[in-house]
């Protein structure tokens, strides 16, 4: 436990620039074509192919993006299994020796799903990047705490609900999600596969809203604006507003900003009733190393669920009170 605290104190801290850019120069097409050379894999011997993703590559980081596109490509989330965990989470919310006491109980037959039908939740992804690094002497921890997304942890952190990794590559700690990279439950339980590559090795700023380790709650004042995939997957860091909600009165002048390596992204403001987009007039948008930013001023009082976009994508949603 001491060892676990000293390195997510290490990764928060010390290493708050580590990111995906700083392997630009690396080309992961090699290890990407490898972890699809070998799809549907068995998981019946990991340290085989642990040994298959990487004994070709020279790398850390090139053995680490296998093992992360593997799991992510090869790997599907299980809607009933995660909403049987989440009830006993809620159930044993201020009684965590119970709930530890029924995960130990069924732990087996989760890692028997695991491993014959490569279908798991959350702790399964972080597990497997966790034990596929150790087989490839790669360092790598799994990090339990509170993934923010529209329907839990929107306005507090009430429930643990999420795991996920950080990863030592060049004596730096990085942040992953395997889970949300390798697609999202739609409909009635149905899970999409959809790799989005902006969960690996992800800008430490962008990750932490709506990835909070459960040991730093006690450590967070204010809540960040709502983000989404397509936040990951565009590599936009939301700025000002810095919280999820926000008081100002009429005719007050706000001020919008994101972060994004990609300037011709075309921003925008819109409110929802129901699938109809009513769009607010901004103005004075400025783009200036790398960060665009624009304005707007309510007219009416209310309160107004706002949302952000870039070109097509929602990638962020503030909630406005207007006094």
């Not at 928060?12 to 080309?27: E, Y």
């Not at 070998?38 to 011997?45: H, R, W």
């Not at 006690?218 to 926000?246: A, H, M, R």
């Not at 103005?283 to 107004?304: E, M, P």
Request: charged share 25%; aromatic share 14%.
């Amino acid at each position: 436990m001491r060892r676990l605290f000293i390195i997510l104190f290490f990764f928060t801290t010390l290493s708050p620039k580590a990111q995906v850019s700083d392997f630009d120069s690396i080309n992961f097409t090699r290890a990407d074509n490898i972890a699809k050379l070998n799809e549907g894999e068995s998981l019946d011997n990991l340290p085989i192919l642990a040994y298959n993703l990487t004994h070709k590559l020279n790398t850390d980081i090139e053995k680490f993006r296998a093992i992360f596109y593997w799991v992510s490509n090869n790997i599907n989330a299980d809607d009933a299994l995660n909403s049987k965990v989440l009830h006993k989470r809620r159930k044993f919310k201020n009684d965590s020796l119970a709930f530890i006491s029924w995960d130990k109980k069924n732990k087996k037959k989760f890692f028997k799903k695991l491993i014959t039908q490569k279908r798991t939740v959350c702790t399964g992804y972080a597990y497997l990047i966790k034990e596929l690094c150790f087989f490839s002497n790669i360092e790598c921890e799994i990090i339990n705490g509170y993934g923010r997304t529209f329907e839990s942890n929107v306005e507090s952190l009430d429930l643990v609900n999420h795991s996920w990794n950080t990863v030592k590559l060049n004596n730096k700690w990085y942040l992953c999600d395997a889970t949300w990279a390798s697609g999202y439950l739609a409909e009635k339980g149905k899970f999409i596969k959809e790799y989005n590559d902006g969960y690996f090795l992800t800008e430490p700023h962008l990750f932490e809203k709506n990835h909070i380790p459960e040991n730093k709650k006690k450590e967070i004042n204010q809540i960040f604006p709502l983000v989404y995939g397509e936040t990951f997957k565009l590599n936009i860091d939301p700025i000002l507003p810095s919280t999820l909600k926000l008081n100002c009165k009429i005719g007050e002048v706000i001020t919008f900003s994101y972060k994004s390596l990609n300037n011709e992204y075309i921003p925008s403001l819109i409110q929802l009733k129901g699938v109809k987009e009513i769009p607010f007039k901004i103005f004075d948008v400025q783009k200036k190393n790398n960060i665009t930013s624009f304005k707007y001023s309510f007219t009416n009082k209310g309160n107004y669920d706002v949302h952000l976009k870039a070109n097509n994508d929602i990638v962020a949603t503030y909630i406005i009170n207007v006094e």
